[in-house]
C-alpha cells in the first residue's frame, strides 16, 4: 500500500513539474487516499498482532 502512494506521489511532482495539472492533481488524491488506506492498516495490525496468544 505505501509502495502505491509513494509511485503516485512521484508521478505527481513529475506531472506538476512538467505542467499537467489535472493529471498531477488525480495522482496527489490517488497518494492520499492511498497513504490514508495504509495508515489505517498498519495501526490495525499492530493492534491486533500484540494480543498475548493463550
Do not use: D, E, N, Q
Not at 492511498?34 to 493463550?54: C, E, K, P, Y
Request: aromatic share 16%.
Amino acid at each position: 500500500m505505501l509502495s502505491y502512494a509513494l509511485t503516485f506521489l512521484i508521478i505527481a511532482l513529475i506531472a506538476g513539474a512538467l505542467g499537467f495539472g489535472l493529471v498531477g492533481g488525480m495522482a496527489y488524491g490517488a497518494a492520499k487516499i492511498f497513504f490514508f488506506v495504509f495508515l489505517v492498516l498498519a495501526v490495525i495490525s499492530l493492534f491486533t498482532g500484540r494480543r498475548a496468544r493463550v
